[in-house]
């Protein structure tokens, strides 16, 4: 495993699931949340918000790293949709369980799904191996 490749698919990938987050669920979906305000913190523990995206961040990376063969951004992207597919199924439970409205429920999937396939396309991209009919020869000083 390269290890700087995957340190810095890593660390792009925090950043984007981070302000993706931000984005998708701390202000598209604020309306929608603050229906059911009773169920959320008036304001995120943030310490705990940044952890919990570096897991998420980290782990996710090493699937892509690990698990999907040299396929770089297409295959990274479509483990993506099925980890966001995963979540789904969370979702769905949560929703069982709590009292969330549909709109939350739909808003968390389609989020889930969109934040990780671009997140593996990054992951993909960044740590996507060099094709083998390709040589890297270093040029000599004359």
Same mark, same amino acid.
């Given at each position: 495993m390269n290890w700087q490749k995957f340190f810095t698919a890593f660390i792009a990938a925090f950043i984007f699931l981070f302000v993706f987050g931000f984005l998708w669920y701390g202000t598209l979906m604020r309306p929608a949340h603050e229906e059911v305000s009773a169920l959320f913190k008036a304001k995120p523990d943030f310490p705990w918000l940044i952890l919990g995206h570096l897991v998420m961040a980290f782990f996710f990376?090493? =699937?892509?790293? +690990?698990?999907?063969?040299?396929? #770089? @951004? #297409?295959?990274?992207?479509? =483990?993506? !949709? =099925?980890?966001? =597919?995963?979540y789904a199924g969370a979702h769905v439970v949560s929703f069982a369980v709590e009292p969330l409205t549909t709109k939350i429920l739909w808003g968390w999937i389609a #989020?889930?799904? @969109?934040? %990780?396939? @671009?997140?593996?396309? !990054?992951? #993909?991209? !960044?740590?996507?191996?060099?094709?083998?009919? !390709?040589? %890297?020869?270093?040029? +000599?000083s004359r």
């Amino acid at each position: 495993m390269n290890w700087q490749k995957f340190f810095t698919a890593f660390i792009a990938a925090f950043i984007f699931l981070f302000v993706f987050g931000f984005l998708w669920y701390g202000t598209l979906m604020r309306p929608a949340h603050e229906e059911v305000s009773a169920l959320f913190k008036a304001k995120p523990d943030f310490p705990w918000l940044i952890l919990g995206h570096l897991v998420m961040a980290f782990f996710f990376a090493m =699937l892509c790293v +690990r698990f999907v063969p040299p396929g #770089g @951004i #297409g295959a990274s992207a479509a =483990l993506g !949709i =099925l980890v966001g =597919l995963t979540y789904a199924g969370a979702h769905v439970v949560s929703f069982a369980v709590e009292p969330l409205t549909t709109k939350i429920l739909w808003g968390w999937i389609a #989020g889930g799904v @969109i934040q %990780f396939a @671009i997140a593996g396309a !990054i992951v #993909g991209a !960044i740590y996507k191996p060099a094709p083998a009919h !390709i040589t %890297f020869v270093k040029e +000599r000083s004359r």
